[in-house]
């Protein structure tokens, strides 16, 4: 399918779906090109477990892609250890940057502070570009309170060679609640401690009173996205 026919055919699903719940959102992009070709893209954060648990319920055999940088938090991988073993994810894999790249690019480790975005381009944006390769769809957490550039991304939409199907664009922070509430999902250890969101530990801190649940990700530095949402394949 060409770009042009994806974009189209992301549009017409994209509406068809405006009002649908997450999990018929899953649904859809099952039935669209199959459980061998689609991805879930988790980073197993503050906000991850609903959509774990909304797939899990749909099809707990979904391949999840999650990205180990090699900056994660201690809390994060233990977490994701802990959702595969409660929700019973069949299929989860933990994809780690190109190491010849690593050692090329960011020999001494500190690439995150000299130049965040390229740091994001080689340990996230890469290794997921090789490993989204051979899916025909990809779903993600993004929600459209969450602001910034998310305030209104579309149901459905196409990176250029793949549709991206985004269950829960129109849920509320209490409907992702109530998820995690009624499947006594456990929260992200961080949370406790100020953590609203959570990525490399070199990049995240504390979220403030009144700020947005993104406002701890790359602080001061003008930044709001590692890179893997705008890519284009």
Same mark, same amino acid.
């Given at each position: 399918?060409?770009?042009a026919?994806?974009?189209?055919?992301? &549009?017409?699903?994209?509406? @068809?779906?405006?009002?649908?719940? $997450?999990?018929?959102?899953i *649904?859809?992009?099952?039935?669209?090109?199959? *459980?061998?070709?689609?991805?879930?893209?988790?980073? /197993?954060?503050?906000?991850?477990?609903?959509?774990?648990?909304?797939?899990?319920?749909?099809?707990?055999?979904?391949?999840?892609? /999650?990205?180990?940088?090699?900056?994660? /938090?201690?809390?994060?991988?233990?977490?994701?250890?802990?959702?595969?073993?409660?929700?019973?994810?069949?299929?989860?894999?933990?994809?780690?940057?190109?190491?010849?790249?690593?050692?090329?690019?960011?020999? !001494?480790?500190?690439?995150? #502070?000299?130049?965040?975005d390229?740091?994001c381009n080689?340990?996230?944006?890469q290794?997921?570009? *090789?490993t989204?390769?051979? /899916?025909?769809?990809?779903? !993600?957490?993004?929600? *459209?309170?969450?602001?910034?550039?998310?305030?209104a991304?579309?149901?459905?939409?196409?990176?250029?060679?793949r549709?991206? #199907? !985004?269950?829960?664009? !129109?849920?509320? $922070?209490? &409907?992702? @609640?109530?998820? %995690?509430?009624?499947?006594?999902l456990?929260?992200?250890?961080?949370?406790?401690s100020? #953590?609203?969101?959570?990525?490399?530990? $070199?990049?995240?801190?504390?979220?403030? $009173?009144?700020?947005?649940?993104?406002?701890?990700?790359?602080?001061?530095?003008?930044?709001?996205?590692?890179?893997?949402? %705008?890519?284009?394949?």
């Amino acid at each position: 399918m060409s770009s042009a026919d994806l974009s189209a055919r992301a &549009e017409v699903l994209s509406t @068809q779906l405006e009002h649908a719940s $997450p999990d018929d959102i899953i *649904r859809a992009a099952l039935r669209e090109v199959g *459980r061998e070709r689609l991805a879930l893209v988790s980073s /197993f954060g503050s906000e991850s477990a609903a959509l774990l648990k909304v797939a899990a319920d749909v099809d707990p055999a979904i391949p999840v892609i /999650f990205l180990d940088t090699g900056w994660l /938090f201690e809390e994060t991988l233990a977490y994701r250890d802990t959702l595969i073993a409660q929700l019973g994810l069949r299929d989860v894999r933990s994809i780690k940057p190109d190491i010849e790249a690593l050692k090329r690019d960011d020999a !001494n480790g500190d690439l995150w #502070f000299s130049d965040p975005d390229a740091c994001c381009n080689l340990r996230k944006v890469q290794p997921l570009t *090789r490993t989204l390769s051979p /899916f025909g769809a990809w779903l !993600n957490g993004r929600k *459209r309170y969450q602001g910034a550039t998310r305030a209104a991304i579309p149901v459905v939409e196409s990176d250029g060679a793949r549709l991206k #199907f !985004n269950p829960f664009a !129109n849920a509320s $922070p209490d &409907e992702i @609640q109530a998820i %995690v509430r009624e499947g006594n999902l456990p929260p992200h250890p961080l949370v406790a401690s100020g #953590f609203a969101s959570i990525g490399c530990m $070199p990049c995240t801190s504390r979220a403030e $009173p009144g700020d947005d649940s993104r406002s701890g990700r790359w602080r001061g530095r003008g930044k709001t996205e590692c890179g893997i949402h %705008v890519m284009k394949a």
